[in-house]
């Protein structure tokens, strides 16, 4: 039930009804608050008391609040109780029914306006009728008024009234009534069972007996005329003694049975009236006893009064004749589950009856066998029907079904969707009664339909006509204020204590309210009725709402210097999660956080060690010797209490859950430790040892009673009603067992909502000023018991922050730890040490990194982060980025060379490069993505970078390139993983199969970034990391720092294109002084390279490839030293000479596309080796190739070849050379053999295309 509040001011008269919807706000403070926002005013008082004072408001109840202080209400002075024998005259019917007038000494005035008592009768005059009260009794007068009085229909002038007489006047009826007694029929079932009548209808008709015994008689007197003989009499007597006996005893039948009819219908007519008085006689008896009922016990009620058929047995009337009527009866509609009525027609007359229903149904909704739901405008009726018990008023229709008690639902006004809702609310399964009251269109479907102004009542095909009840709203609001509870003053200051600036001492003492036995609060001492609790109760018994009941309870008593809380939570945080707010919670774990629980577990571990070595330190035995003899040297020392909700679910995620918590409750009361454990089911959940341990047990409703003679001793617990969550039992170590109710303070419902309301049941008052949404009650205790002790000095906190979920920079007082020659990139939470800092890296501390982890995982940002912070330590990387997460860093200063999986034959540029550094100690190899390294490289060349990073990684101390290996599976399948002493493991998008292979690793929570790192001087199970969860952006041009621009990479891609006028000027003679023909660059720097294959050179490539450009090339180098013979076509003028003689001055023959005319081109090779010149030749790859040229007698070595565009290794076999593949067709890209290596090589184009 809601909290009504009735708000006065400086004057009594002006006054508002409020009503406190959702949940009331524990104490005074927070009422204050809500008044403020909704009227404007900021003070108010309870008595003499201002509501900020009050400690704890009823959650229900009525409540007299005003702007300035009143007295308290003598106690020496009894309230006046009514005169039991008092008389009083009431109007019982008519068009206003319910005033009454106290028939006290003296005179009296009875009319329609001016009047002692008035009535609104349009019947009656101004001043219609005097009434006189004096020893001799009670008389009315009649002043001369238009339609006088009347007493039993006759008028008269005046009149002695006696108790239970009354006279009319106008339309109404006045009554003179004593003590209202219950004298509600005992019968009150509906229907009633038909009343009997005593004398049968007779069994024969009457008419034929008498035709029987009339017709012989009047034929023997016609003959007696006739014949004058007296033998014809003899008919006349024989008729009368046949027929005329039986028609006289048929007649005497008849009348004893209309006369019992009669009297059944007079009955009849009884016990309906009985069932449902007037509505003014109905009104003086609820006065008297609002639990008294006054209709029948079925769900229907009465809207009015008319004649109806008697209800006596069909069979029991005359054959032929009409049912009995019975006259001025109440007519009875049903309103049960399921039924839907219409009240239609006037709208004010509409709105009597339904003031009139409400009056009707006041004694079942008092005795709460009845809800009555309110919905639409009801402003036609008093404030007052919102404080009656069982009736809500509602904005919108509740769902169809939780009806728990009979429901009947008005629906007020012409709303077509709030009609809707109704209807379909009364055509639910299971659904209430339903009244619409004057809706705008009428249903076909309703069970019944009522016209309030001509009072026509429809049920099915059956039409009647009534008087409809009628009750006004002055009647009804003055009725109700008479039986509701007049409003008080709630609790006092002498029952509210002041609040300790400080707090309470917590060194011998822990002890807070938990509930109440009755008038008597039950308080719990973790001190001494500990030092341990144990909490078990069934799923909604109120396990979670005493949990939060109890940790308030502490935090208002005791500051956060005196009292710490550890918070478990296995429901996710949804039953102790919002008491993180206060100052006295220094962690709170719950089962969402991943890793939460098992790094609260190590938390505590590692504080016990810290308390153990406290009290050695200081020489204390236990916690209250620390603490008492603490000096100024001293740490505070704040009673630490461990709060594990659903610890069964703790021990079976956690298995050394159940282990580490035995060690706390075994050494946890010398150290100031608690615990406070709640589970389901304790059975099998908490072994012996920790049971041993724990003093007190407090169970709440349970499932079986087993489990609560082992806990209590007594099976009582599993007798708790379901009904009412918070029914509990304590048992103190070997003490009695004690029954309390919990105390309902951290209950997290709906938030407060006060409505202010003028006389009438309308729209609530409009808020003054812009009204801020209101928090929850709990998140408002919580905020106030974080406000209590702020001034206090709060210890610091030894369990470390947990690892925040985002990371987008460091802490400034995290890169101050972070080494000169490191670089910060993320944060390391070491639990066992109690604190967190900098997680770096650095490639003298870390020279063999493996990070794995899915793509998702944070790898990437990781990785770019680390290479924006080669600078800071004068180092450089080269990166084989296999899965492509570093390729915008390609071209940044920091990188010594970048190689794609595109371009996997360049990896062999970055191993030469790498064997030849093993003296620079500031070069970082980071390879990623092996997968991808497969994938693109043929197995030899996989192989061989294989090999090279394990023979890396074998590397110990010492100068040489660091090692960073990141990569998801198959950087786990790498040589090179197993001898990385330092891994980092993100877990994030790793599936099992992925994790399968993973060493046993602390559990941390999957999200970007949140890693474990295992490493030599880690535990087992690793360190939790958080990494930098936002990437670095490579610098561009403009950003480098002064010398970046003239760092040259050491490895770099080869150009796509490059001609001839790029050569240096000194380097475009014909020959080289060493026999070496410049062709181009190479790799890994670019620099230009020429080729000397001594004294026959063989260019091998397919067609495209450039074979006949790089002779061009060489030609148009050589000038006139130099014939070009272009076999398979005819002669050109650039050959010059004879076909097959190169004339004198020819030093160098060029032979293109050697393969398409193999004779000729021996004889050329012929010729020249007989001349002594050297020969360049081209050809087309082909396994025939050394058959049909003598290559393989006329070439020095592999060295004489170079291949352009190869697609396979064996190209080139023949002739001793094994070329490696290329990812891509670069028109004169090629790979040769300089000194026993390979070299790929750009050869250029004779002329520029521009």
């Known amino acids: 039930m809601a909290l009504q509040l009735t708000l006065t001011g400086c004057s009594p008269e002006v006054a508002w009804e409020a009503c406190l919807e959702g949940d009331v706000p524990s104490s005074g403070a927070g009422l204050a608050a809500l008044l403020a926002e909704t009227t404007g005013l900021c003070i108010w008082f309870l008595g003499p008391v201002p509501i900020q004072r009050i400690g704890r408001l009823p959650v229900h109840g009525h409540l007299l609040l005003s702007t300035t202080a009143l007295p308290l209400p003598r106690s020496d002075l009894a309230p006046a109780q009514p005169d039991a024998r008092a008389l009083h005259l009431v109007v019982v019917e008519g068009p206003d029914p319910g005033p009454r007038l106290p028939l006290l000494r003296g005179e009296h005035t009875i009319g329609r306006a001016g009047a002692d008592m008035c009535v609104a009768d349009p019947g009656l005059s101004r001043i219609h009728a005097r009434l006189v009260v004096d020893a001799l009794g009670v008389r009315v007068y009649d002043l001369d008024s238009g339609n006088g009085i009347s007493i039993d229909g006759q008028r008269v002038s005046e009149s002695i009234l006696v108790e239970g007489g009354g006279f009319s006047a106008g339309e109404s009826t006045f009554t003179v009534m004593g003590a209202a007694t219950d004298t509600a029929s005992a019968d009150r079932s509906w229907p009633q069972e038909p009343l009997p009548v005593e004398a049968p209808p007779p069994t024969g008709r009457v008419l034929p007996q008498a035709l029987g015994a009339l017709l012989p008689m009047a034929v023997g007197l016609g003959l007696f005329v006739a014949t004058g003989s007296w033998y014809f009499l003899a008919f006349c007597v024989i008729g009368l003694a046949t027929g005329g006996v039986s028609a006289l005893s048929g007649l005497r039948e008849r009348r004893r049975h209309l006369f019992s009819l009669k009297a059944a219908v007079l009955v009849d007519e009884g016990r309906r009236r009985a069932l449902a008085l007037p509505p003014g006689e109905a009104a003086h008896r609820f006065r008297a006893n609002p639990t008294s009922p006054t209709g029948p016990d079925s769900a229907v009620f009465c809207v009015g009064r008319g004649d109806a058929a008697a209800n006596v047995p069909s069979g029991a009337r005359i054959r032929g004749a009409a049912p009995p009527l019975a006259r001025n009866v109440p007519c009875f509609l049903p309103c049960g589950p399921g039924s839907l009525g219409i009240l239609e027609g006037s709208v004010p007359a509409a709105h009597a009856l339904v003031r009139s229903l409400i009056l009707r149904l006041a004694p079942e909704l008092f005795n709460g066998t009845t809800t009555l739901i309110l919905t639409g405008d009801a402003s036609f009726l008093p404030v007052e029907v919102r404080r009656m018990p069982g009736v809500s008023v509602l904005d919108r229709l509740p769902s169809s079904h939780g009806f728990s008690t009979r429901t009947l639902v008005l629906s007020l006004g012409p709303d077509a969707s709030a009609c809707a809702a109704a209807k379909n609310l009364a055509a639910a399964p299971s659904g209430p009664g339903v009244v619409l009251v004057c809706p705008r269109d009428g249903s076909q479907s309703a069970t019944w339909s009522v016209d309030a102004g001509s009072g026509r009542v429809v049920r099915g095909q059956e039409t009647s006509f009534i008087r409809p009840d009628r009750l006004g709203t002055e009647v009804l609001r003055t009725l109700l204020v008479s039986v509701l509870p007049e409003p008080g003053f709630g609790p006092l200051p002498d029952t509210v204590p002041e609040p300790r600036p400080h707090g309470a001492d917590a060194t011998r003492r822990l002890a807070c309210r938990i509930g109440c036995n009755g008038p008597d609060p039950v308080e719990l001492d973790l001190v001494a009725d500990g030092p341990h609790l144990l909490v078990a109760g069934t799923t909604g018994s109120g396990k979670s709402e005493l949990l939060r009941s109890l940790v308030l309870g502490w935090c208002q008593e005791y500051s956060a210097a005196e009292l710490a809380l550890m918070l478990v939570d296995f429901k996710g945080g949804s039953a102790l999660g919002p008491l993180g707010a206060l100052p006295h919670v220094q962690s709170l774990a719950t089962d969402l956080d991943g890793d939460g629980a098992s790094r609260a577990l190590e938390s505590l571990g590692a504080e016990l060690r810290r308390r153990e070595a406290l009290l050695a330190a200081a020489g204390a035995g236990d916690y209250a010797e620390y603490r008492s003899e603490a000096g100024a040297g001293r740490l505070p020392l704040p009673r630490l209490v461990v709060v594990i909700d659903e610890f069964r679910v703790l021990g079976t995620e956690l298995p050394d859950a159940t282990d580490r918590i035995v060690r706390l409750a075994t050494i946890g009361r010398s150290l100031g430790v608690h615990l406070v454990l709640a589970t389901q089911r304790p059975q099998g959940a908490v072994p012996a040892e920790l049971r041993a341990n724990i003093n007190s047990v407090l169970c709440l409703r349970l499932q079986s009673e087993f489990e609560s003679s082992e806990l209590l001793g007594t099976p009582a617990a599993a007798g708790l009603d379901p009904a009412m969550p918070g029914s509990a039992l304590l048992r103190r170590g070997t003490g009695m067992v004690v029954g309390f109710r919990v105390d309902d303070r951290a209950s997290r419902g709906n938030p407060p909502k006060l409505l202010v309301y003028g006389s009438r049941l309308g729209q609530p008052r409009a808020a003054t000023g812009q009204m801020p949404p209101r928090e929850h009650p709990l998140d408002e205790l919580v905020a106030t018991a974080a406000r209590r002790f702020a001034p206090s000095e709060i210890p610091e906190n030894p369990f470390p922050r947990p690892l925040p979920q985002l990371l987008p920079f460091l802490p400034r007082r995290i890169l101050g730890t972070v080494p000169g020659t490191g670089i910060g990139l993320g944060l390391v939470d070491l639990v066992a040490e109690q ?296 002669a050109t003028a650039e050959e010059g000479g004879t076909p097959d003689d190169p004339g004198k001055e020819v030093r160098f023959i060029l032979i293109d596309d050697a393969d398409r005319d193999p004779s000729r081109a021996t004889r050329l090779l012929e010729r020249a080796a007989s001349q002594g010149l050297s020969v360049v030749l081209t050809a087309r790859p082909s396994a025939s190739l050394g058959y049909a040229l003598p290559v393989g007698s006329v070439l020095r070595s592999g060295e004489s070849v170079l291949v352009l565009g190869p697609i396979g290794r064996a190209e080139a076999d023949q002739l001793g050379f094994r070329v490696p593949e290329l990812s891509r067709d670069v028109p004169g890209r090629g790979v040769a053999l300089d000194e026993g290596r390979v070299r790929r090589i750009q050869c250029l184009f004779p002329v520029d295309p521009d």
């Open 835 to 1130: 604190r967190s800092t900098g997680w770096w890296w650095s490639p003298g501390t870390m020279r063999r990194l493996a990070v794995i982890g899915h793509p998702a995982s944070g790898v990437g940002p990781l990785l770019g982060n680390l290479l924006a912070g080669l600078p800071r330590i004068g180092a450089r990387a080269f990166v084989l980025d296999g899965a492509g997460y570093l390729a915008g860093w390609a071209t940044a200063p920091q990188i010594a060379g970048y190689v794609g999986a595109a371009e996997p034959e360049r990896v062999a540029d970055v191993i030469g490069l790498l064997a030849g550094a093993d003296t620079d100690p500031a070069l970082v190899l980071l390879v990623t993505g092996m997968a991808g390294w497969a994938g693109t490289m043929d197995s030899q060349a996989y192989a061989e970078l294989d090999g090279f990073l394990a023979a890396q990684a074998r590397r110990s101390r010492g100068p040489g390139p660091a090692l960073v290996l990141a990569g998801d599976r198959d950087a786990g399948a790498a040589k090179a993983y197993a001898l990385c002493e330092h891994r980092l493991f993100l877990p994030l998008g790793s599936g099992p199969e992925t994790t399968i292979g993973w060493p046993r690793l602390r559990s941390v929570a999957k999200i970007p970034g949140r890693s474990v790192w295992v490493g030599p001087e880690t535990p087992l199970t690793g360190h939790a990391v958080q990494l930098l969860t936002v990437p670095a952006t490579p610098p561009a041009p403009d950003q480098w720092h002064a010398g970046d621009q003239q760092r040259r990479p050491y490895c770099l891609p080869l150009p796509h294109r490059i001609t001839a006028a790029e050569l240096p000027v000194n380097s475009r003679s014909a020959e080289c002084a060493s026999g070496r023909y410049l062709v181009g660059v190479t790799g890994p720097d670019n620099r230009w390279w020429s080729w000397g294959p001594g004294a026959v050179g063989l260019v091998l490539g397919r067609e495209g490839m450039g074979k006949s450009t790089l002779l061009l090339l060489l030609a148009a180098n050589l000038g006139s030293a130099a014939r070009l013979f272009r076999l398979g076509q005819a």
